[in-house]
């Protein structure tokens, strides 16, 4: 790896951030969709600069298990505190949205519910089923947390047929108390060893900018590949306020592309590289480089 293109100093956004506008008759038709049936999208609730784009395209992001968090996270913009109450009618409108808006490709992430004995589980598994149901073409993704490394609570989302299980490791090993207090870097990569050990598809990403150095991403992304991961999103960490850890640096298109290649040959399948990806941009796409799931495609 050579040493990264000169970048404005952290502050000042680059000339190669840029996010397009929410507007458009198809983005209107997804916001309807997800308003009129009371859903949360992380593109919303984690403030995801990419929102007018991805539904412009007809794609959304669904957070389940409601949009309070109860682990706080120094990048994340989703609230922090005590849940309410589980809506058990949620897998259902979940569904419905998916239908209403003819996906093919599907991504569904949560926040994290500590507090519930199986951290979420049953209702990830109803929400998968559900999906399934009335839909039973689509390529569904996953995006999920740890569930504090229980192994029974993993394989009781697995066996409810995910078709791509993402855990996103987000940072490297120095980086992960300040990044994911509540979380483990090694209890991540376990996680994600044993959704592929049980025959998952698996994915996962890290954040740049965030504090890590070139050595330490280069082990991250080979531990990765260790644990059996076949697709992997890097992008650039975007602050989403003062209250949040401080962009350390402005990784360049160029350094991106060069990550892109060093993990294609530690052997993913897919390797979505660059300042705006986020774990679910363009999903869709990264999902086609999988074998087996070659056909996905979105149908608007």
């Known amino acids: 790896m050579t040493e990264p293109s000169a970048a404005p100093a952290p502050g000042r956004k680059p000339s190669w951030i840029r996010s397009r506008l929410p507007g458009g008759p198809v983005y209107a038709e997804v916001r309807g969709i997800v308003d009129g049936h009371k859903l949360h999208t992380v593109c919303q609730s984690a403030d995801c600069p990419n929102l007018g784009e991805c539904w412009a395209r007809g794609t959304a992001t669904f957070m389940i298990l409601g949009n309070v968090c109860t682990r706080a996270c120094g990048f994340c913009a989703v609230a922090t505190g005590r849940p309410t109450e589980l809506d058990l009618d949620e897998p259902r409108r979940v569904a419905d949205a998916v239908r209403l808006m003819k996906l093919r490709h599907c991504v569904i992430t949560s926040v994290n519910r500590d507090e519930l004995a199986d951290g979420g589980a049953g ?13 039973p073409e689509i390529t569904l993704e996953t995006l999920t947390g740890d569930f504090k490394g229980n192994r029974n609570l993993l394989r009781q989302v697995l066996e409810a047929g995910p078709d791509i299980y993402n855990h996103n490791l987000e940072t490297v090993e120095r980086m992960s108390r300040a990044v994911r207090p509540q979380a483990s870097y090694e209890r991540s990569l376990q996680v994600l060893s044993w959704a592929a050990e049980d025959g998952a598809v698996t994915k996962s990403g890290l954040m740049l900018g965030i504090g890590e150095r070139k050595p330490e991403i280069a082990d991250a992304l080979r531990r990765l590949r260790d644990a059996g991961v076949q697709v992997l999103t890097l992008g650039q960490y975007l602050r989403p306020g003062t209250a949040y850890l401080p962009v350390d640096r402005w990784v360049s298109p160029e350094e991106f592309a060069e990550w892109k290649h060093f993990a294609e040959d530690l052997g993913f399948r897919s390797v979505a590289s660059g300042p705006m990806v986020r774990s679910s941009y363009h999903a869709d796409e990264s999902a086609r480089l999988v074998p087996g799931l070659e056909a996905v495609s979105l149908k608007r």
């Open 123 to 135: 209702v990830w598994a109803s929400t998968i089923r559900a999906v399934k149901d009335v839909a």
